[in-house]
């Protein structure tokens, strides 16, 4: 339940927050418990379990369609609620949770475009191996004539292969947390490590997770990124990101890499680390 004053609702365990087929007014965003989707085509198994960062309801409310899916608490369940009218309001006010919506849409896409691969492949694999079906065509090989002139020509003989060249020397740097000293090394087997604290919504998973160093919440989750070209590094701040990057002092523009070198101070929000050598 929930009044005026109190955006959140309540579910106890079982509770159906919505059918089926109902009108789409209003989307939810999870803070505690956890919530399966239901599909009466699927019968009792849930079509997905969402838990705390995780939002549902927003297809319908966007499109102004009737629910695809059905939404049942699997326990004690607190959800923001946000309507229709207020939605536009609320990604003005936080950006970040526009770009963390966009995200997660683009990931429900991308699982459903790779589980449309793998069917079609896996029907492409029925189809290969049942009975009668043709074996795939061998490459023609050439020509007597032709092998011959090949033997003969100096230009048939296959070229040199080519030198590997030689590995790039490495300066292995880190990063320490200034207030702590803790040194977090970089992954040098990356080109790009993003900088930030967990998303329960997208399930990413920063490279460098400032998160533990965060007791004010200042850090974005997808903050930044560090890059590496070769032996140069730079730092892009990520869009979407509140309270800045700043890189000896100075914030540096959204999207733009700033170059880096040893001894550099970089400071995400409030946590400040310095890029040191290994």
Not at 41 to 58: I, M
Not at 158 to 181: D, E, K, M, Y
Not at 239 to 268: M, S
């Amino acid at each position: 339940m929930s009044n005026a004053r109190d955006p959140f609702v309540e579910f106890a365990a079982g509770a159906v927050v919505f059918t089926e087929g109902d009108s789409g007014i209003d989307m939810f965003i999870i803070e505690s418990g956890q919530v399966d989707i239901v599909r009466k085509t699927r019968g009792e198994e849930p079509v997905a379990t969402l838990g705390p960062g995780d939002f549902f309801g927003e297809m319908a409310m966007l499109e102004d369609q009737p629910r695809f899916a059905g939404a049942v608490a699997r326990s004690s369940v607190r959800a923001l609620r946000v309507e229709r009218a207020a939605f536009t309001d609320m990604l003005k006010q936080n950006v970040e949770i526009a770009v963390r919506i966009m995200r997660k849409l683009a990931a429900r896409q991308r699982r459903a475009e790779q589980r449309a691969q793998e069917a079609i492949s896996e029907l492409e694999r029925l189809k290969a191996g049942a009975p009668g079906a043709k074996p795939a065509r061998e490459p023609a090989k050439p020509a007597a004539a032709e092998m011959r002139q090949r033997e003969k020509s100096p230009e048939a003989a296959p070229p040199a292969a080519a030198a590997a060249p030689p590995p790039v020397s490495q300066q292995h740097l880190a990063l320490r947390h200034v207030a702590s000293g803790q040194i977090l090394l970089l992954d040098t087997g990356r080109d790009e490590l993003l900088v930030g604290r967990p998303d329960p919504v997208t399930g990413t998973q920063p490279e460098i997770n400032l998160g533990p160093f965060d007791a004010n919440r200042t850090l974005s989750r997808r903050h930044a990124k560090i890059l590496r070209q070769g032996v140069i590094y730079s730092v892009r701040e990520e869009v979407g990101t509140t309270n800045g990057t700043f890189v000896n002092g100075e914030r540096i523009k959204t999207g733009a890499a700033v170059p880096l070198k040893p001894r550099d101070r970089l400071r995400f929000g409030s946590i400040e680390v310095e890029l040191i050598p290994v």
